[in-house]
């Protein structure tokens, strides 16, 4: 399957359901976990305990019946003794039940949490274009349904459903051997009439709540885009737009609640209707059973209390094979995001890149993205180590894309991309993303604090590395005179900060990485021009004997670099150094005379706006 084509709020694709359980079996049964395998048999003794007290007190409570009533015989000649011990097993009964849920918690736990921790991190290892293309507040909610469905199922299905088969077996056969074929069968008929009726009915109201499923992850999705682009909203004056919006889906959802509420009630009246009549007609036949005297009042309570524990759970059989039902859709759509293939893969058993100075190489790169257009063609250049290249160029020339490939976002068309010689499809993804530290355009941080931000460039440094480096990116002093220093908070993507601080915090962090490759994104846009050149000082600092990739738009910001190659549509249209390329009059010098003049113009705009 297509990994761009996965749609949170679509069905998933049809399995069986006990296909979808089968995927669960692994995670009951970890492999090198003898501990939680022990436990598992545990619960199933448990289980199988409870079921067997359970078929006892019936039997119990008869015995005591018929010894209150003196038609009990000689051989039971302590009733206190017999309600003493029916209470007992009644307990026993509860005991078993908690017991087993007790054994069985953490191996579901931990089922729960082993499947999650599977999704989570293969959405993390999908390529560069799923999660371009993704819903997240969807995907959350696939997450959070697909763990919730789990939990469910073992708790009900297994503990319950199950349970309650296996007890309408035993209490069958009780009642034909004990008395005759027609109590076995009003009460087979019965039961299979309510559970008919109830997966019928059932059946037929899930769409109202797949519906409330689809519009619940719709509202949530456009809650949730709709807050992670609060000051867009906020500058267009959307508010009341964005509310409606949300408002429409939870209108939506409300009409479909609505209706899965008012035809429960069908549901729960025709589940009465059946369970009444069968144990009517039981009743009355065990009624001219005890006239008749073949039957005693003991087995007129005993074939009561039969029926009572097998109606007691049967009563929430429509909720649970409803739930039932969700779950293993919830499951299954969480299963089919695992099985989205990575675009991005390995190859068996690659080795890691071996950095000895970070030489870059693109040679003869063709590249081109889903909707056709070319943004590569036939781009080669070489940035020796130790050495700094920049790439300019118009809007949609291609100079991002670069990037995407040096991190291997993206895997060529054709071509090669190279880090000290090595093809970046010949080793891991992983050694190649550690050689390289980024500074993109787009600086967007976690909201934590100040420190942990810096600190993500490499977890395990210490708080002096941590600061060394925010000097180095020109912050150290700013952070300082915060009341709470690096332990201020950010805030939600990093928007308690300006967009020059996020910068230097993303400047400071690629410092931190001690990367062989240091890839600066537009690194210098969101800052003023005092602050810039503060920046590219520093820039010089830690770029020295380092292999420096700078794409930039301010041709301001390369004037020092070994190279400067010039992009447009796709190709290198020129290449040298600054005043090489000056001299020549052509692309790079007409963009610098451009952005000269505007510079220019900026101040006497300001002027004229004072006077």
């Not at 492999?31 to 067997?52: E, H, M, Q, T, W």
């Not at 693109?362 to 290249?389: A, N, W």
């Not at 003023?528 to 930039?552: G, P, W």
């Not at 010039?566 to 963009?591: D, N, S, W």
Request: glycine letters at 8%; hydrophobic letters at 45%; charged letters at 20%.
């Amino acid at each position: 399957m297509q990994l761009s084509t996965f749609d949170p709020a679509a069905e998933p694709v049809q399995r069986s359901g006990w296909a979808t359980l089968s995927g669960l079996l692994p995670y009951l049964w970890p492999a090198g976990k003898p501990r939680l395998k022990l436990r598992v048999v545990l619960a199933l003794v448990s289980l199988g305990a409870a079921i067997g007290v359970a078929a006892t007190v019936p039997f119990l409570l008869k015995w005591a019946v018929d010894a209150l009533t003196g038609t009990g015989g000689a051989a039971i000649a302590a009733p206190i003794a017999l309600i003493v011990a029916y209470g007992a097993a009644r307990v026993l009964q509860q005991a078993f039940g908690e017991m087993r849920d007790a054994v069985f918690a953490q191996v579901g736990q931990h089922a729960v949490r082993e499947v999650a921790r599977e999704t989570f991190k293969h959405m993390h290892a999908l390529s560069l274009r799923f999660h371009l293309e993704r819903r997240t507040g969807g995907l959350s909610r696939v997450i959070d349904r697909g763990t919730k469905g789990i939990d469910f199922l073992l708790r009900f299905t297994l503990f319950n459903i199950l349970p309650t088969a296996f007890q309408i077996l035993i209490f069958c056969g009780i009642l034909l051997f004990r008395y005759d074929l027609w109590f076995a069968a009003v009460t087979l008929v019965t039961i299979a009439g309510y559970v008919y009726f109830t997966f019928v009915v059932t059946d037929w109201r899930l769409k109202y709540r797949r519906d409330m499923n689809t519009k619940d992850s719709e509202a949530n999705t456009k809650a949730i885009d709709s807050l992670l682009n609060y000051e867009t909203v906020k500058y267009f004056n959307n508010e009341r737009h964005e509310t409606e919006r949300f408002d429409r889906s939870m209108a939506g959802y409300q009409k479909a609640a609505v209706k899965s509420q008012t035809t429960l009630a069908t549901l729960n009246i025709g589940q009465g209707v059946i369970v009444s009549t069968g144990l009517v007609i039981v009743m009355i036949m065990a009624g001219f059973g005890v006239v008749s005297g073949i039957m005693t009042v003991g087995d007129f309570v005993l074939v009561n209390a039969f029926l009572i524990q097998l109606y007691m759970p049967l009563n929430f059989l429509g909720t649970v094979y409803r739930e039932i039902r969700q779950s293993l859709v919830d499951m299954e759509k969480m299963f089919e995001l695992i099985r989205v293939t990575p675009e991005i893969q390995d190859k068996p058993n690659a080795p890691a890149l071996e950095a000895k100075g970070g030489a870059v190489a693109f040679h003869d790169v063709h590249f081109t993205y889903e909707d056709g257009r070319p943004v590569m063609r036939g781009v080669s250049f070489e940035v020796p180590p130790g050495k700094t290249v920049a790439i300019v160029g118009p809007s949609g020339a291609g100079k991002s894309t670069i990037s995407r490939l040096l991190f291997r976002f993206y895997d060529v068309d054709s071509g090669s991309v190279q880090i000290d010689g090595q093809d970046l499809r010949d080793v891991t993804q992983d050694s190649v993303r550690a050689a390289i530290g980024v500074v993109p355009q787009d600086t967007v941080l976690f909201n934590d604090t100040i420190r942990y931000n810096i600190r993500y460039g490499r977890p395990s440094a210490s708080d002096a590395e941590v600061e060394e480096a925010a000097r180095l990116a020109q912050i150290d002093d700013f952070v300082r005179a915060m009341p709470n220093g690096y332990d201020t908070m950010v805030g939600e993507r990093g928007l308690k900060l300006s967009g020059g601080e996020k910068q230097r915090v993303a400047i400071a962090r690629a410092i931190l990485k001690r990367p062989e490759i240091l890839l600066f994104d537009e690194a210098t846009s969101a800052l003023d021009t005092h602050t810039e050149k503060e920046i590219q000082a520093s820039f010089s600092q830690v770029s020295a004997n380092r292999t420096t990739l700078i794409i930039a738009h301010r041709l301001s910001t390369v004037i020092d670099a070994d190279e400067i190659l010039v992009m447009q549509a796709g190709q290198i249209v020129e290449r040298g150094r600054h005043q090489e390329l000056l001299a020549r009059r052509g692309h790079y010098a007409a963009m610098w005379a451009r952005q000269q003049a505007e510079r220019e113009a900026t101040p006497r705009a300001a002027a004229g706006g004072q006077g």
